[in-house]
């Protein structure tokens, strides 16, 4: 790849995908994008591309873009600001020996684009580093798929390491914990809310390890045998962390939002369960999404502001997000302590 041996290392960022506006024809061509990924809608190609063409495309997209007109800044897209500002800064922090790309799974910066970037900086290896904490087929497995499948054109071929999961890295934990700190401090909140982004519960199966996994306290644990099993990984950030903030396991909820279709998705189901939390005497609650790295949609709109309403409707008192973990320094420190792992 390299036109001259300059011993640069490039790192490459990635993370989900946003439309390049909040206008109804830029969410369609994002979620079309998106939901075509035959990891991400894993059925039949016929089913798949009549469901995203012939259903959520034309319905699910306008009102999509009406969310996202909610979301949006003079910046932009949040998911593609903080990605920006996080490229930025972990370029300052890991200095010239290293070469910082960022690029979207779907719509733009493409991976694409990124890889030319570092080719471009003639890098002798990529390290490849999803922005997602948890593994999960339909992200970071479509984040290296897609990479192999750009890579696999080019003549010379590079060293790449690419980084599965680190669901249970402690720098990553601590640069949560420390956001949580604060919110702890500030008030006595009745219970706490760990909320990952859904998938559906068949999507796990397909990847448990000889029947390893069956959606049952296998996830209790995380062990060699469900490395990459999301729930697993979901429930051992959610452990660490709650560990990290001093939570006894009856102070906190792991539970799961965002699902699309009605086939069965990992439960409990974090709309359903906030529901029954005031009459337990979960009054006030604090609100943590682990599973994303950047304030996005899924955090801001849906658990910020739509999960706040419904828990007020249903009785409680207060609700409150933890913002992501963004452009923080910790984070930074964690993915810099990454890279040189690495
Ligand atoms: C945290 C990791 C994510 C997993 C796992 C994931 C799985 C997954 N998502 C959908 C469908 C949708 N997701 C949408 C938005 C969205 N999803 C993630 C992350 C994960 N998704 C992020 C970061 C975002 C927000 C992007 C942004 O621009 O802010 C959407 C679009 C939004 C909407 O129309 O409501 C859909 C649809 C599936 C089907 C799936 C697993 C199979
Ligand atoms: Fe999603
Ligand atoms: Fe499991």
Redesign the pocket.
Same mark, same amino acid.
Request: charged share 5%; proline share 9%; hydrophobic share 50%.
């Given at each position: 790849m390299s036109k001259k041996k300059t011993g640069k290392i490039g790192v490459l960022l990635v993370? !989900?995908?946003?439309?390049d506006t909040p206008s109804t024809p830029d969410v369609r061509k994002y !979620?079309r994008e +998106?939901?075509l990924d035959k990891r @991400?809608?894993d059925i039949n190609p016929v089913g798949r591309y009549a469901l995203v063409n012939g259903i959520i495309a034309p319905f699910?997209a306008p009102k999509?873009a009406k @969310?996202y007109r909610e979301?949006w800044t003079d910046r932009g897209?949040? !998911?593609m600001y903080h990605g920006r500002d996080l490229q930025a800064k972990l370029q300052t922090a890991l200095g010239d020996k290293y070469h910082v790309a960022f690029g979207m799974r779907y719509q733009n910066p493409s991976i694409k684009s990124a890889l030319e970037e570092l080719r471009e900086q003639s890098v002798d290896r990529i390290i490849v580093v999803p922005l +997602?904490p948890q593994y999960?087929a339909?992200?970071t497995g479509s984040v290296h798929d897609k990479i192999m499948e750009i890579v696999k054109d080019w003549w010379i071929i590079p060293s790449i390491n690419f980084i599965s999961s680190y669901c249970d890295d402690p720098n990553f934990i601590n640069a949560f914990a420390e956001l949580g700190k604060k919110y702890l401090a500030e008030d006595n909140y009745d219970h706490v809310v760990f909320s990952y982004?859904g @998938?559906?519960e068949r999507?796990v199966l397909k990847g448990s390890d000889h029947g390893y996994c069956k959606l049952g306290t296998c996830c209790n644990s995380y062990n060699k045998r469900n490395k990459y099993c999301?729930r697993a990984s979901c429930f051992v950030t959610s452990r660490l962390l709650a560990e990290a903030l001093g939570l006894r396991e009856d102070q906190y909820t792991v539970a799961f939002q965002?699902r699309?279709l009605s086939d069965p998705w990992l439960q409990p189901y974090t709309d359903e369960i906030l529901k029954t939390m005031p009459a337990k005497g979960y009054k006030k609650v604090l609100a943590f999404s682990p599973? +994303?790295v950047a304030d996005?949609?899924?955090t801001t709109i849906e658990v910020g502001d739509e999960f706040k309403e419904m828990f007020l409707h249903a009785g409680g008192e207060k609700w409150v997000l933890v913002e992501s973990l963004n452009s923080s320094d910790p984070w930074v420190e964690a993915l810099r302590q990454m890279v040189l792992e690495n």
């Open positions: 993370n !989900l995908g946003t439309p !979620l +998106f939901l @991400v809608i699910r999509s @969310v979301l897209s949040p !998911l +997602f999960a339909a992200t982004h @998938v559906p999507q999301y965002s699309l599973a +994303f996005c949609l899924e």
